[in-house]
């Protein structure tokens, strides 16, 4: 929505044609070309095809932003391969093609900017956030790296690496929820409720931050103040931020032991 307040051409892309049809119609009022793919970001190919249409459709392109995400939460012990290799193939692998398959075409639109969103759970480690820990620390080496690569070549296309603590969206709800054993109890229902609960930003103050931090040519932007917080704690602290991490997930389980005996 930002970027059409500003006149930007849209090529939008997401898993639910039922979205894009409701975002299409949100943006008809824009004097924008809005174009809308059905994509699923693990699939290589379909990456691929995306880009190109892109190309295709709007002549060029100059920014792309890698967004898709889902969540897990598991135990290590406990995790199937099976959960670990879907969030892996569209919060890790998604990015890399989304990168990979729009970077030539940046190049040659001679102004171009990569913003590939991590979390702050790729700064700091969680408890049964393995996967999603894993995935979103490999998105950020990558991003730098990239951004690196990038400085070195002295090319205008840029790379910037986004860092979000809690923003209201729907990612709770799409995740999967596994064996987290007693470390964090709840149901699927009750994590989300909590989720909702803590999540501070809204996704226009996350689009506002991304898009200073773009025209600024950014290294790296994170994103409310949760996400401030949590950086600041993990570089004065790179591993004793664990330890009140820990603290509070042995709290929650205090409670929830109490509130199971209470009501038996």
């Known amino acids: 929505m930002l970027l059409a307040k500003k006149g930007c051409h ?24 809005v174009t809308t793919h059905v994509v699923n970001v693990s699939r290589r190919d379909e990456v691929y095809r995306y880009a190109d249409q892109c190309v295709k459709e709007h002549g060029q392109v100059n920014l792309i932003m890698n967004n898709a995400g889902v969540g897990l939460g598991e135990t290590v012990d406990a ?15 998604g990015v890399v093609y989304g990168t990979k398959a729009f970077l030539p075409y940046l190049k040659q639109s001679g102004d171009g900017h990569v913003i590939n969103i991590s979390s702050i759970f790729g700064i700091i480690g969680v408890p049964t956030q393995s996967a999603y820990n894993a995935a979103k620390f490999a998105v950020r080496g990558f991003t730098e790296s990239l951004r690196e690569e990038l400085d070195i070549e002295r090319s205008r296309v ?5 860092h979000p603590g809690g923003v209201k969206t729907n990612i709770a709800r799409n995740s999967r929820m596994g064996d987290m054993g ?44 949760d996400a401030t917080i949590l950086d600041a704690g993990q570089r004065l602290m790179p591993a004793g931020y664990q330890w009140p991490l ?18 038996q």
């Open 246 to 263: 820990e603290a509070f997930f042995r709290m929650r389980q205090g409670r929830q032991k109490m509130s199971s005996q209470s009501s």
């Open 182 to 225: 007693n470390i964090a109890p709840g149901s699927k229902e009750e994590i989300t409720e909590l989720f909702d609960r803590i999540a501070r930003s809204t996704p226009e103050q996350a689009a506002n931050a991304i898009l200073h931090a773009v025209r600024k040519n950014r290294r790296r932007v994170l994103i409310g103040n």
């Open 10 to 33: 849209l090529a939008l892309s997401d898993i639910d044609e039922n979205s894009l049809k409701d975002i299409a119609i949100d943006l008809r009022d824009y004097p924008v070309r």
């Open 79 to 93: 995790m199937s391969y099976e959960n670990f290799e879907w969030l892996m193939n569209i919060n890790f692998w």
């Open 158 to 162: 840029s790379a910037t690496c986004v």
